[in-house]
């Protein structure tokens, strides 16, 4: 398909472990978004690339998450020393252009830390 | 801090009803949109609106941009249960258009 893809769907790990989430856009989108959604809530904006430059990581909730995409197209999302209170959907979406274009989100990875 | 509110949280129908879901800030937003969200699935975007006072039709669905594009509207004329999900509503902020910030989401169940 030619949707945004994410993976692994669903992760579950421990206190205190890293783990690495991935995000495929569409082919050719240059502006890529992490959001956060936790069980009864909108999604929470984490960072936005605009190419393979972050610019926009204020949403980031502190130096435990990271997150690249070196060459313009995956981008893959890093939490160090996981906390329970990471636990939630991890969302992705891409647009052909920032903010007024339509935003393609994938399914998410819902993320179990235990 | 920009923050979008979303009334009413839950909403039970029965098919063939009417309703209406809102969606509020103090802030002014250069555009808003709403999105459907279903269990499992990330959210699918409905329409964008950006001029103050647009009123926007899709089928059944009617969205409106307030006149001073602090607050926005959705009514569903005669719901179906294809109509049930999480919507949502972002605003694209005046300062840093790049971020789009979500509210909270209206959870409609519509019964048959």
């Known amino acids: 398909g030619a949707g945004v893809s994410q993976t692994p769907s669903n992760k579950v790990t421990e206190k205190g472990k890293y783990v690495e989430l991935r995000c495929d856009p569409i082919s050719g989108h240059t502006a890529l978004y992490w959001y956060r959604q936790s069980l009864g809530q909108g999604p929470e904006f984490l960072i936005y690339f605009q190419g393979t430059g972050a610019a926009d990581d204020s949403g980031l909730p502190n130096d435990r998450f990271f997150a690249v995409r070196p060459e313009g197209s995956v981008s893959t999302l890093k939490i160090q020393r996981t906390e329970r209170g990471d636990s939630a959907v991890y969302l992705c979406a891409s647009s052909s252009k920032p903010s007024t274009d339509t935003q393609y989100f994938g399914p998410g990875t819902r993320l179990t830390v235990l | 801090t920009q923050l979008l509110e979303q009334s009413p949280q839950f909403l039970s129908i029965q098919e063939g009803e009417n309703l209406t879901v809102y969606c509020n800030s103090s802030s002014v937003f250069s555009s808003l949109q709403w999105y459907r969200q279903e269990p499992g699935e990330g959210p699918v975007l409905l329409v964008t609106?950006?001029?103050?006072?647009e009123v926007k039709k899709l089928k059944r669905l009617t969205f409106q941009f307030g006149d001073a594009r602090k607050d926005s509207s959705l009514h569903i004329t005669a719901a179906q249960t294809g109509d049930t999900g999480l919507y949502l509503c972002a605003g694209a902020s005046e300062t840093s258009y790049d971020k789009v910030i979500f509210g909270p989401g209206t959870s409609l169940s519509v019964i048959p």
């Open positions: 609106v950006v001029t103050g006072g």
